[in-house]
Nanobody, 124 residues
Framework: QLRLVESGGGLVQPGGSLRLSCAAS????????IGWFRQAPGREREGVAC?????????NYADSAKGRFTISRDNAQNTAYLHMNGLKPEDTAVYYC????????????????WGQGTQVTVSS
């Protein structure tokens, strides 16, 4: 079993930055790929970024995130991160981290473990 806890969300002005954290309070992240997803009101949950397990460590980004967001992990801290720069109002959403075995997946259903979400609001 794995229990994930997100933190780091909040209110930020357009163009600002935030760093979201995804910590495993139960279990270890080492063998899991970690994905970041977001869901805005009235929209489906969408993938933002993903990083594969420590075996590979490759990353994937949604087109909307490329060049602005960076996903990383620190297995020693049992934590994954999403660094968000150049935030836009359309980035406003609840952000979730999730875990799937070994490698990233395009399918939400592949992620068996989810955090509770953290709100990111981009507004002036």
């Amino acid at each position: 079993q794995l229990r994930l806890v997100e933190s780091g969300g909040g209110l930020v002005q357009p163009g600002g930055s935030l760093r979201l954290s995804c910590a495993a309070s139960v279990g270890t992240l080492d063998t899991y790929a970690i994905g970041w997803f977001r869901q805005a009101p009235g929209r489906e949950r969408e993938g933002v970024a993903c990083i594969s397990s420590s075996v590979g460590g490759s990353t994937n980004y949604a087109d909307s995130a490329k060049g602005r967001f960076t996903i990383s992990r620190d297995n020693a801290q049992n934590t994954a991160y999403l660094h968000m720069n150049g935030l836009k109002p359309e980035d406003t959403a609840v952000y979730y981290c999730a875990a799937t075995a070994w490698y990233c997946s395009d399918y939400v259903s592949a992620y068996a473990y989810w955090g509770q979400g953290t709100q990111v609001t981009v507004s002036s």
